[in-house]
C-alpha cells in the first residue's frame, strides 16, 4: 500500500472529525489534536485579527496542535504561548515583515511587536533611502 492510498489525495493534511472520541486531527500531523483546540485557535486568532483593525485577516493551521496567527498583507503576528500548568499562556507576541528583507518585532502586546517592527522596516528605509541619494549626488 502507498502512502498516498493511507493518506487520500488530500496528502493528509485535510484534519478528520472524530466525533466518537473528539479529535480533529489530519493523519500527517497525527497528534490527536481536538475539535476544542481548533476552535479556540480559530477563535483567538479571529480576536487578534479584529483587535489589529481593518484589513488583518486570520489563519488557523495545525502541526502537532492548532496554531493561529493574524495576517495584513506581508506582515504576520504570532502569539508567544507557553505551557504552564497544563494551561496555555500568551506571555507575549512576534511580528514578521517579509517584505524584500524580514524584520521582526516582539512585544508583550500585539501592536507593540508590529509597532517594533515597523521601526526596524523604517529605519532600514530610511537608510536605503539616505544611501542611495548620497549615491546619486555625485
Ligand atoms: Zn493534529
Not at 13 to 36: E, H, L
Not at 72 to 81: D, H, L, Q
Request: net charge positive; glycine share 12%.
Amino acid at each position: 500500500m502507498r502512502l498516498i492510498d493511507f493518506v487520500g489525495p488530500d496528502k493528509g493534511w485535510k484534519p478528520r472529525w472524530n466525533k466518537r472520541v473528539g479529535t480533529y486531527c489530519s493523519p500527517r500531523c497525527g497528534a490527536g489534536c481536538t475539535r476544542a483546540a481548533w476552535r479556540e485557535a480559530f477563535q483567538a486568532g479571529k480576536a487578534l485579527a479584529e483587535k489589529m483593525g481593518t484589513g488583518w485577516k486570520w489563519v488557523v493551521w495545525e502541526n502537532l496542535g492548532w496554531h493561529y496567527k493574524a495576517v495584513k498583507g506581508v506582515v504576520e503576528i504570532y502569539p508567544n504561548i507557553r505551557h504552564k500548568n497544563h494551561q496555555l499562556k500568551i506571555i507575549g507576541y512576534t511580528c514578521f515583515i517579509n517584505s524584500a528583507h524580514q524584520y521582526i518585532g516582539d512585544g508583550k502586546s500585539a501592536s507593540l511587536a508590529l509597532a517594533r517592527a515597523l521601526l526596524g522596516a523604517t529605519r532600514a528605509t530610511d537608510k536605503i533611502m539616505s544611501d542611495i541619494g548620497a549615491a546619486g549626488n555625485g
